[in-house]
Structures are given as structure tokens and as C-alpha cells.
């Protein structure tokens, strides 16, 4: 047998292997979050919202909970068709305007009224467990709510503590799916925790830690996914934020001991053999 057959063959198993020993291992992603902050009144008493990249009516509905329909009737120049960057949007009045005197002879000094507190110190905590049909750990379009988990919300000193279902409805007005909402949830740290329905795997990471301030409305999505579905191999290739496949670094190892064995029986070949008196070579 060639021996020189063998070495080129042991060289490549060996580079072969230690390329597969060196993939590096990932870490499952976050669960999405999207926080938002309702505009405070200015001082002439006007809530303003400015149109944010990647707006629409519908997201801008549900940041600030002004419906479409009172949008579209305080700003008449607003086209749901094409939302413009940089727009301002009069979402309402949060006090009376700020008293501006007339000229004469004796002017009153004008006087600003105190900017109105919109809110009541509480904030607003929406989750969202999504059908993962692909298992991708990213909501998709096509992916609505999944009914029969259990989500929690605790504060971490212990002052507030609340589990509801979650559900899986569309909402008729959004046509999105309807999220879990926790409502009157003072502000603080709060760690959010989600059970998946039996029957369901998760996708995402089932436990996050949350700070709210008055005022604010923050949203959460966990996704799960059923047990009975198989993905196919091209569906899910290493991505940033995924799991890299074990058996890359087994098939590495293999490969690197055959590559030490077959060089090993290579060199053999190469020595006299005793019983020619070592001069002669096995055949």
C-alpha cells in the first residue's frame, strides 16, 4: 500500500477536524422587548408625538393608546398610507394653554400654569406568548398568540405580585394578536416569568427582568414551540444568537484520531522488517 497515500490522507482528516473543533458555540437569544414612553404635555398644554422610523398608524396607536380614528381627526394631514419621518402628531390637550397678555398700558405679567401630571403613577406591563411555528425565536407575521401559558409579574422587593392566561384572540381594530396586560402596575423592577402550555417547547429565554416608571407601557414577547413539529435542516442554520450543532465537534474528534492512526501506520510501513534482517520491507 502507498504510504504516501495514507500521510496526505491523515493531513487532511487532521485539518479537517481541528476546523471543527474551532466553531464556536452560541448562546440562545433574549426574548424581544419594545418599551415606550407617552409624550408629556408642553407648555401650551399639547401632547405631541414626532414620527419615528418604521412608524405606522397602527404602532403609533399603540405606543401612545390614541386610536386610529381620533389620529386621523386631530391631524388631518396625517396619511396612514405614507407616514412621514419627522411629523408631528397632536395626540391631545393635557391642560389649558399658557396665558399670553394683550398690549396697553398697564400689561399683566403673563402667567404659566403648572405643566398637568398626565398620569397616576402607575404603568402598564403587556406579554405576549407567540405560536414559534418555525422556532426561530422571532415573531413573524404569520405567528399569533398561543392560549394555556402562564405569565407572572413580581416585583422584586415583593410589594406586587399577579399570573393571568395567556390568549390567543386577534384584535378586530389591529388585527394583531391581543397581549396579556397587566394594568395599576407600580413602578419598579419587576422579573417576568412564562410557563409555555404542555405539549409546547420554548424558543426564547422564559424569564426576563423589567424596569418601568409611571407612565410608561412596555411590552414583552416569549415564543414557544409545539413538540410535534420538525424543522427541516435548511431552516435552521448556525445564526447569530443560535446553538451550534454538537455533532460538528464528535465528527472533529473522529476524525483527528483516524488521521494520528492512519500517520502512525504510515511510519510502520517505512521500518525494516526483522524478518529479512532488516534490509527487506514487508509486503
Given at each position: 500500500?502507498?504510504?504516501?497515500?495514507?500521510?496526505?490522507?491523515?493531513?487532511?482528516?487532521?485539518?479537517?477536524?481541528?476546523?471543527?473543533?474551532?466553531?464556536?458555540?452560541?448562546?440562545?437569544?433574549?426574548?424581544q422587548l419594545a418599551q415606550y414612553s407617552?409624550?408629556?404635555?408642553?407648555?401650551?398644554?399639547?401632547?405631541?408625538?414626532?414620527?419615528?422610523?418604521?412608524?405606522?398608524?397602527?404602532?403609533?396607536?399603540?405606543?401612545?393608546?390614541?386610536?386610529?380614528?381620533?389620529?386621523?381627526?386631530?391631524?388631518?394631514?396625517?396619511?396612514?398610507?405614507?407616514?412621514?419621518?419627522?411629523?408631528?402628531?397632536?395626540?391631545?390637550?393635557?391642560?389649558?394653554?399658557?396665558?399670553?397678555?394683550?398690549?396697553?398700558?398697564?400689561?399683566?405679567?403673563?402667567?404659566?400654569?403648572?405643566?398637568?401630571?398626565?398620569?397616576?403613577?402607575?404603568?402598564?406591563?403587556?406579554?405576549?406568548?407567540?405560536?414559534?411555528?418555525?422556532?426561530?425565536?422571532?415573531?413573524?407575521?404569520?405567528?399569533?398568540?398561543?392560549?394555556?401559558?402562564?405569565?407572572?409579574?413580581?416585583?422584586?422587593?415583593?410589594?406586587?405580585?399577579?399570573?393571568?392566561?395567556?390568549?390567543?384572540?386577534?384584535?378586530?381594530?389591529?388585527?394583531?394578536?391581543?397581549?396579556?396586560?397587566?394594568?395599576?402596575?407600580?413602578?419598579?423592577?419587576?422579573?417576568?416569568?412564562?410557563?409555555?402550555?404542555?405539549?409546547?417547547?420554548?424558543?426564547?429565554?422564559?424569564?426576563?427582568?423589567?424596569?418601568?416608571?409611571?407612565?410608561?407601557?412596555?411590552?414583552?414577547?416569549?415564543?414557544?414551540?409545539?413538540?410535534?413539529?420538525?424543522?427541516?435542516?435548511?431552516?435552521?442554520?448556525p445564526t447569530e444568537g443560535g446553538t451550534?450543532?454538537?455533532?460538528?465537534?464528535?465528527?472533529?474528534?473522529?476524525?483527528?484520531?483516524?488521521?494520528?492512526?492512519?500517520?502512525?501506520?504510515?511510519?510502520?510501513?517505512?521500518?525494516?522488517?526483522?524478518?529479512?534482517?532488516?534490509?527487506?520491507?514487508?509486503?
Amino acid at each position: 500500500m502507498n504510504r504516501r497515500f495514507f500521510l496526505t490522507l491523515g493531513l487532511v482528516a487532521v485539518f479537517v477536524a481541528f476546523f471543527g473543533l474551532t466553531l464556536p458555540a452560541q448562546a440562545s437569544p433574549p426574548p424581544q422587548l419594545a418599551q415606550y414612553s407617552t409624550p408629556t404635555p408642553g407648555p401650551d398644554g399639547r401632547i405631541i408625538y414626532i414620527v419615528q422610523e418604521g412608524d405606522s398608524c397602527t404602532s403609533i396607536s399603540l405606543k401612545t393608546g390614541v386610536s386610529i380614528e381620533l389620529l386621523l381627526g386631530q391631524n388631518p394631514t396625517l396619511n396612514c398610507d405614507l407616514v412621514i419621518v419627522g411629523q408631528q402628531l397632536l395626540l391631545g390637550l393635557g391642560g389649558p394653554a399658557a396665558y399670553t397678555p394683550t398690549a396697553g398700558p398697564s400689561p399683566t405679567p403673563a402667567i404659566v400654569p403648572p405643566t398637568p401630571t398626565p398620569f397616576a403613577g402607575t404603568t402598564e406591563v403587556c406579554i405576549l406568548l407567540y405560536d414559534d411555528i418555525n422556532g426561530n425565536a422571532l415573531r413573524e407575521e404569520t405567528e399569533f398568540g398561543l392560549a394555556g401559558g402562564q405569565v407572572s409579574v413580581t416585583d422584586v422587593n415583593g410589594a406586587y405580585s399577579n399570573t393571568q392566561s395567556t390568549v390567543s384572540a386577534i384584535d378586530p381594530d389591529t388585527e394583531d394578536a391581543v397581549r396579556t396586560c397587566f394594568t395599576d402596575v407600580p413602578e419598579g423592577t419587576f422579573n417576568i416569568s412564562m410557563a409555555v402550555p404542555e405539549g409546547y417547547n420554548p424558543t426564547t429565554d422564559i424569564s426576563y427582568r423589567l424596569e418601568v416608571k409611571a407612565g410608561d407601557r412596555a411590552f414583552l414577547a416569549f415564543g414557544a414551540q409545539s413538540k410535534t413539529v420538525q424543522a427541516a435542516p435548511e431552516e435552521t442554520p448556525p445564526t447569530e444568537g443560535g446553538t451550534n450543532i454538537p455533532w460538528m465537534g464528535i465528527l472533529g474528534a473522529v476524525l483527528l484520531l483516524g488521521g494520528v492512526v492512519m500517520g502512525w501506520f504510515a511510519l510502520r510501513l517505512r521500518k525494516p522488517s526483522s524478518k529479512f534482517g532488516g534490509r527487506g520491507m514487508l509486503k
